[in-house]
């Protein structure tokens, strides 16, 4: 997998309409720290996100990625769209790295994006 270009993305995000602001990179130390207490890995192109891009991802009510109610049955909330409306990155399993869109309301779910980058470039250019 290719590395981000993290100043491009903090560009595109600062041209948004929202002009969102990422927080910053997060170490490789306190995500390996986060992957060993939760017994988890994350999905690569999520993980070199938050350690490179920002801690983020500063999308439509973006999440932290430790935030305890994103950490829910192997997946990882990073945004959540309103009205009961999530997505969710998967983190184990055969669909591991796979981002889901999830309806509470209407209880249904289904695969928004391949993986974390195509969900979060296709969010930017939007």
């Not at 270009?5 to 929202?18: P, T, Y």
Request: include cysteine; charge should be negative.
């Amino acid at each position: 997998m290719s590395d981000w270009d993290a100043e491009a993305v903090r560009a595109r995000l600062r041209a948004k309409h929202f002009r969102h602001e990422l927080r910053p990179p997060l170490a490789e130390a306190e995500v390996r720290a986060f992957e060993e207490e939760h017994g988890i890995r994350l999905p690569e192109e999520y993980r070199t996100f938050v350690t490179t891009v920002g801690d983020g991802p500063a999308g439509h009510e973006d999440r932290r990625f430790d935030e305890a109610e994103g950490l829910t049955l192997g997946t990882l909330m990073p945004a959540e769209e309103g009205c009961g409306i999530y997505l969710r990155l998967i983190l184990s399993g055969p669909l591991a790295g796979q981002v889901w869109h999830v309806d509470q309301d209407f209880g249904c779910h289904m695969p928004e994006s391949p993986d974390f980058r195509t969900w979060y470039t296709d969010w930017l250019e939007q």
